[in-house]
C-alpha cells in the first residue's frame, strides 16, 4: 500500500511545478507586445475620419464596421447605390456628402445577385446618379472604374467568399469596402464560433488597412422584431461602430435610412426618399412620418380624444394651472402625441378657441397653461374648482 502512494507521489508534480503548468510566465516579447497595444491619455493617436457627413452629421468612419441592416426588399441596395455614388460624386447625393474632397476608393462585394444584377446596378443607378448630380455641379464626374471595384461572389463557396473578400480588401485598399451580404460568408448564420471568427477578420481588415467596411445583414422576418437575424447580426450589433437601418413604408412608396446606433455623434434626422420613373432616388424633405407602437402597427397621427378641452382637462388630472413641460409629458403619456410639432399644434389650437391660456409664474418666471373655466365646453368639476392656484 505505501509503495503505490510513493509511485503516486513521485509522479504528481510538486506545488511550484504546478504553479508554472496553470500559469505560464508571459515572454519578454509578449509583454512587449501587449504594452505596445496600451492607451493613454497622452497618446499620440489620429484623429477619426469619417468619410461622409449626412445632414452634415459625420459617419462612415475610417477602421471601423459599419452595420447596413433591414427587411427583405427595404432599400438596402439602393442605399448602397446612394453611399457608392457619392464616394465618387462631385455634389452631394440626398443629403450624404464625401467628407473629404478627393472621391474615394470603393470594394463592392455582391453575394447575393447575378453578375446582371451587379452590373446593372452600376449603369442604371449609379452612373445616373452620379451623372445627374455632377451636371449640376458643372464639373465632369471621374472615370467610375478607377474608383469602383465591383466583384460578384454568388456562385463560390461560403470558404472562398471569405478568403477572397481579404485578397479584394488587401490588394485593392479600398476606401471603403462593401459586403453584401455578410451571411454568405458563413455555412450557418447561427454559428456562434464562425460569426466571431468573421467578426474578427473583417475588424483586423479595417485596422490594418484603414477603411471603413460596411456590412449588410437582414433583419428578422417579425414585424416586431428588428434585431439583426442569427448569432452573425449579434456580434455584429456587438462589434459595429454605426447601424444604419433601412424601411420601405409601403403605403407611401417611401424609403427610410435611420442610424439606429452611433458609439460618437448620432445622427438624428431620418433619410427619406421615393424611386422615379427611372427607378432613381429622389429625396423627399418634408415627409411627416406615421408613428408605429410597441408592435410596429401604425397609430393615428392626432390624439385619442379629439375633443381639445377634455383633453387638456384630463392632461390636468384635477388642476386648473399646470406647468408647460409638466403638462406636456403628461399628455404625451396619456394621448400617444407623435411628435412635438402635433402637440404644440394642439396647444395653440387649444388657445386659439379659448379653451387654456399661457400665464408666466411672477416668481419663478415658468411658462404655465391655465384651464380657462368660462369656455362652454369645458367641465372642471368639483375638485378642480376647489383647487388652490399655485400663484
Not at 468612419?61 to 432599400?75: I, N
Not at 451571411?183 to 471568427?197: E, F, G, R, S, Y
Not at 456587438?238 to 437601418?245: I, L, R, T
Request: glycine share 4%; with cysteine.
Amino acid at each position: 500500500m505505501n509503495d503505490n502512494m510513493d509511485l503516486i507521489r513521485r509522479h504528481l508534480p510538486r506545488r511550484n511545478e504546478q504553479k508554472s503548468i496553470l500559469a505560464t510566465a508571459p515572454t519578454q516579447q509578449e509583454i512587449d507586445a501587449l504594452f505596445a497595444e496600451r492607451i493613454t491619455p497622452e497618446s499620440d493617436l489620429p484623429p477619426m475620419q469619417p468619410l461622409f457627413r449626412m445632414f452634415d452629421t459625420p459617419c462612415f468612419y475610417r477602421g471601423e464596421l459599419v452595420a447596413d441592416c433591414g427587411k427583405a426588399k427595404s432599400g438596402k441596395t439602393t442605399f448602397l447605390s446612394v453611399l457608392m455614388a457619392s464616394a465618387v460624386s462631385q455634389a452631394p447625393i440626398l443629403s450624404l456628402a464625401r467628407a473629404g474632397e478627393v472621391p474615394l476608393k470603393v470594394v463592392w462585394i455582391d453575394t447575393e445577385q447575378s453578375q446582371q444584377s451587379t452590373q446593372e446596378l452600376q449603369k442604371e443607378r449609379i452612373v445616373p446618379l452620379i451623372r445627374g448630380h455632377d451636371a449640376q455641379d458643372q464639373q465632369a464626374p471621374p472615370a467610375l472604374n478607377d474608383h469602383l471595384y465591383a466583384f460578384n461572389l454568388r456562385g463560390l463557396g461560403y470558404e472562398a467568399r471569405r478568403r477572397m473578400v481579404e485578397v479584394a480588401i488587401r490588394s485593392v485598399k479600398p476606401d471603403l469596402a462593401i459586403i453584401d451580404g455578410i451571411k454568405d460568408l458563413m455555412t450557418d448564420i447561427n454559428d456562434a464560433v464562425q460569426a466571431t471568427l468573421i467578426m474578427e477578420q473583417l475588424m483586423a481588415l479595417a485596422k490594418d488597412l484603414n477603411c471603413c467596411i460596411v456590412c449588410v445583414l437582414h433583419l428578422n422576418k417579425s414585424e416586431a422584431d428588428r434585431n439583426m437575424r442569427g448569432s452573425i447580426g449579434t456580434e455584429l450589433t456587438n462589434k459595429a461602430f454605426e447601424v444604419f437601418q433601412c424601411e420601405m413604408i409601403e403605403e407611401s412608396e417611401t424609403f427610410k435610412v435611420s442610424q439606429t446606433y452611433s458609439r460618437k455623434q448620432k445622427l438624428r434626422q431620418r433619410l427619406y426618399y421615393r424611386l422615379d420613373e427611372q427607378h432613381r432616388p429622389t429625396l423627399i424633405a418634408d415627409y411627416v412620418e406615421q408613428p408605429r407602437d410597441a408592435l410596429g402597427r401604425f397609430m393615428s397621427t392626432k390624439p385619442k380624444n379629439e375633443n381639445l378641452a377634455t383633453l387638456f382637462t384630463e392632461a390636468m388630472e384635477g388642476r386648473v394651472q399646470r406647468p408647460f413641460n409638466e403638462l406636456m409629458a403628461v399628455a404625451f403619456k396619456k394621448f400617444e402625441f407623435p411628435d412635438p410639432k402635433t402637440y404644440y399644434a394642439a396647444i395653440d389650437e387649444a388657445i386659439r378657441q379659448g379653451i387654456i391660456r399661457k400665464t408666466t409664474h411672477p416668481e419663478r418666471n415658468e411658462t404655465w397653461i391655465e384651464l380657462v373655466s368660462q369656455h362652454p365646453s369645458l367641465f372642471l368639476g368639483e375638485q378642480a374648482a376647489d383647487t388652490d392656484l399655485p400663484f
